[in-house]
């Protein structure tokens, strides 16, 4: 495959984003795979911010609303660059032969690579709150454990993704695109959004 993908690849992508202090705000131009591993992990890191904000108590219900249509049209957004990265990697792969008994995964290559972009948020921030001496000892020693169990759970994980990666590039094993179907952000899929434009202002039953 010419994307040169690889968990260990990824990981780092990942962590080389978060030391940047202007991210998520601006956009990394990237190319190939790689357009949409970028544009996942930025999806990813808004959401992260916007669903820290949407907790807020101190400011108006207004606010706090503009938060959650934000995180809407967010996380409609990573996952279609989910699937965008996907079906990338399904062409690439499609010019391999697939041998009789492969295995089918139940989880693709996007959606690992997803999960990895939000472990990578979990350990950027758990170590933040690691080191945060003015949150006392206890606070500081129980993040540190959290961040500990965190590594692991990634480590597990860029396993997994490269075993899937390896046997998807020898025929051996494959995945493919299901489409996630947010059904409540089609406006012609959720009822409370199509009730309102047929003017009944309420859910069909």
Request: proline share 3%; with cysteine; net charge neutral.
């Amino acid at each position: 495959m010419d994307s040169n993908i690889d968990a260990a690849s990824v990981a780092a992508f990942h962590d080389r984003q978060l030391r940047n202090p202007d991210w998520p705000v601006f956009d990394d131009a990237q190319s190939g795979c790689w357009t949409w591993v970028a544009a996942n992990h930025r999806y990813n890191g808004l959401l992260w911010r916007e669903e820290d904000r949407a907790r807020r108590l101190d400011v108006p219900p207004a606010e706090i609303a503009a938060s959650k249509r934000l995180i809407d049209r967010y996380n409609q957004k990573r996952n279609d660059a989910v699937e965008a990265l996907d079906e990338r990697l399904l062409v690439e792969l499609g010019r391999v032969g697939r041998q009789s008994g492969a295995r089918l995964s139940s989880e693709t290559a996007g959606a690992m690579i997803d999960r990895l972009s939000i472990i990578a948020l979990k350990i950027h921030h758990m170590r933040a709150q690691a080191q945060r001496e003015e949150a006392g000892a206890d606070h500081m020693h129980a993040c540190a454990c959290k961040l500990e169990r965190l590594a692991a759970q990634r480590q597990d994980l860029l396993s997994c993704l490269d075993s899937l990666l390896h046997e998807a590039r020898e025929g051996r094993a494959f995945f493919k695109v299901y489409r996630q179907f947010k059904m409540y952000n089609d406006p012609s899929l959720n009822p409370w959004l199509y009730g309102q434009a047929q003017g009944t202002g309420k859910a069909a039953p």
